[in-house]
């Protein structure tokens, strides 16, 4: 995308410790013309969205070191952080940690696996949501 791209200058934070998911949605984000980096657990996402402050957080819930509904949690509670929209993103959907997701102020919750054109639609509708002109 070139000039006048409205996605430009926009951070989205990846938080998901699969590699490979995680640098497929980051490249994916890229090509939109998004600025992505990447978390590799909870505690990764907290401290990288403390040092970059993002524009959207997509994280996953099933995460080593700190899952992810322990890192919205303190997200959510940090009073520089807890304006940042996050999309949960999970293969295992259980409903407790749809609910816990939900009460933690959570966007949405996005089951895996998904369709890469739902997740940008779900990213974009974030966005505009919160950041709109």
């Known amino acids: 995308m070139a000039?006048?791209?409205?996605?430009?200058?926009k951070k989205i934070l990846v938080a998901d410790d699969q590699q490979e998911i995680r640098d497929v949605v980051i490249e994916v984000l890229k090509e939109?013309?998004?600025?992505?980096?990447?978390?590799?657990?909870?505690?990764d996402a907290v401290d990288k969205a403390r040092a970059i402050k993002p524009h959207l957080i997509l994280m996953d819930v099933t995460m080593p070191e700190m899952d992810g509904l322990?890192?919205?949690?303190a997200i959510k509670s940090d009073e520089?952080?807890?304006?940042?929209?996050?999309?949960?993103?999970?293969g295992a959907q259980k409903p407790e940690d749809v609910s816990r997701?939900?009460?933690l102020m959570a966007e949405r919750y996005i089951p895996k696996p998904f369709e890469i054109d739902q997740l940008l639609a779900d990213v974009e509708r974030t966005l505009a949501v919160h950041y709109s002109e």
């Open 3 to 9: 000039e006048g791209n409205p996605h430009q200058g």
């Open 70 to 73: 322990e890192a919205l949690q």
């Open 101 to 103: 997701a939900m009460e």
């Open 80 to 90: 520089t952080l807890k304006h940042i929209p996050v999309i949960m993103m999970t």
């Open 32 to 43: 939109s013309g998004y600025e992505a980096v990447g978390a590799i657990n909870g505690k």
